[in-house]
Each structure stands twice: as structure tokens, then as C-alpha cells.
């Protein structure tokens, strides 16, 4: 069978995508490395610009990270044990039951499953564990949160990709073939101004998809109301999103 074309909706702007995605909790991966039989290999799939590789390497001697866009590994900040190749998410350049964990931060609703969870099999080691996170629209307050759902759900909504639905249900209708592990809650919490909040919005596939569409920014529909709504753009406010974790190990013997 045919591999699934690759859906490359973030490599047009991945030095946008570089500055502005959040940053995810360390005590996400201090819990993931507790799970693994050992800590000598992690392979973080859809690496993007390497945000979870590198706090990975906090934990395991060796992380291979890989992503199917040329341009986001060259966007992506090397550190110390990462090696990052460019590569789909079903073929990875690992050896088979090689690997102790196995990662996907906030993009494998984009993937053709199986061909993803065959190899995920074969490079886990017995017991390796294999975890899935995402996170959906942000809360700042009441008022700058109505202007953000109005622009997510009236003026970008029907540019959304059909795989975000998964996002929204925090990957509760994901398809997870794994002994699966109930996580503790997790979340992020950053803070932005004003100009942060509009480099974010700008790399969503959403946005995105309404420019090539229309050749006009999306953002500029709501920049009035965003700003009247935030006050002062100099004052930096806190963003809180919700982390759904999906985590389990494998049944390999």
C-alpha cells in the first residue's frame, strides 16, 4: 500500500513556528522518563523545531528526532545527544526494539496511523512507552477569550484540517492500540504580550489556510477588538492551555 502523502502545514513559516509555539512542562518528561524500562533512547516523532527533543535529552543518553519537513529541521536548535533527521513519521532511522520511548508533541492527528504505530512496534523496546500530547485553544480572560473563539470558530473555522477534531476532543476519539496508562493532569502556562499572542495565531494551519486562500491576513478582522480587549500592549498577561496526554506501552515481547 501506498504511504499517506505527507501533510505539510507548517513549513512556510517554521521560523514562526520556532518563536512562537509554547513551551511545554519539564515535569512532563521527568514523568515519561520514570515510565521507560531504561533511558538510553527516545525517539521524538514530528519533531518540528525540536521544543521536546531537547527537553527530552534532559532524561535519555540518545534522541533521534525526526520530521517529515526539511524546514523545520533546519529551524530546529541543536543540543547535546539530539541527532535530528529529516524523515516520515512511519520510517523512522532506528533499529528495531531500540527505542525506550517514543514521542509525539501536538501533531500526530496529522499521520497515517498505521504505518505510524507499525514502527512505532518495531523500535519500541518490550515495555518501551509511547506518548501523545496536544493542546486546543489557550485561556487568557472572559474578554480576550470571546474574541479568540470568534476568530477560531467564525473566520478561520472552516479552514481547519478534519484532523483537528481530534485536537478538540483532546485525542479522546484517537485510535491508541497500547496497554494504556492513566497520566496525571498536565499544563501550560506562559507569559505573553500582546505581540506574542499575534505571532501565535499566525502559525496556525488555520491562518495559514485562509491567506493562500484569500491573500489577506485573517488576524487583521479581530487586531482591533484584540487590542481593546488586552489593554495596555506593553503588559505581558498569562496564557493557560490544557495538555491531553495519551500514553501507553507497548505489548511487544
Not at 516520515?88 to 517514543?102: E, F, I, K, M
Not at 498505521?114 to 523496546?125: C, I, P, S, T, W
Request: proline fraction near 7%; aromatic fraction near 12%; charged fraction near 20%.
Amino acid at each position: 500500500m501506498k504511504p499517506a502523502a505527507f501533510k505539510d502545514h507548517f513549513s512556510a513559516h517554521a521560523s514562526a513556528y520556532a518563536r512562537y509555539r509554547p513551551r511545554y512542562p519539564e515535569a512532563l518528561f521527568a514523568y515519561l522518563a520514570s515510565l521507560c524500562p531504561a533511558r538510553d533512547l527516545a525517539w521524538d516523532c514530528a519533531t518540528g523545531n525540536g521544543q521536546a527533543a531537547r527537553s527530552l535529552a534532559l532524561h535519555f543518553a540518545r534522541i533521534v528526532a525526526t520530521d517529515a519537513s526539511t524546514d523545520q529541521i533546519d529551524h530546529a536548535a541543536p543540543r547535546e545527544r539530539v541527532a535530528y533527521h529529516v524523515a516520515p513519521a512511519g520510517q523512522s532511522p532506528l533499529d528495531a526494539h531500540t527505542a525506550d520511548l517514543v514521542t509525539v508533541a501536538q501533531a500526530v492527528h496529522w499521520f497515517d496511523l498505521d504505518g505510524f504505530y507499525a514502527e512505532v512496534n518495531r523500535v519500541l523496546k518490550p515495555g518501551g512507552i509511547l506518548a501523545v500530547w496536544t493542546y486546543g485553544l489557550f485561556r487568557i480572560n472572559p474578554a480576550l477569550d470571546a474574541v479568540i473563539d470568534r476568530f477560531y470558530k467564525d473566520i478561520v473555522g472552516s479552514y481547519w484540517p478534519p484532523e483537528r477534531r481530534m485536537v478538540e476532543d483532546g485525542y479522546r476519539s484517537l485510535p491508541f492500540p497500547f496497554e494504556e496508562i492513566q497520566p496525571p493532569a498536565f499544563a501550560m502556562s506562559l507569559t505573553w504580550s500582546l505581540d506574542d499572542l499575534l505571532g501565535y495565531l499566525g502559525t496556525w494551519s488555520a491562518t495559514r489556510r485562509f491567506m493562500n486562500t484569500h491573500g489577506t491576513d485573517p488576524i487583521t478582522q479581530i487586531a482591533a477588538d484584540l487590542a481593546n480587549a488586552w489593554g495596555d500592549p506593553a503588559e505581558k498577561k498569562q496564557i493557560h492551555w490544557t495538555l491531553p496526554l495519551r500514553v501507553g506501552r507497548s505489548r511487544s515481547v
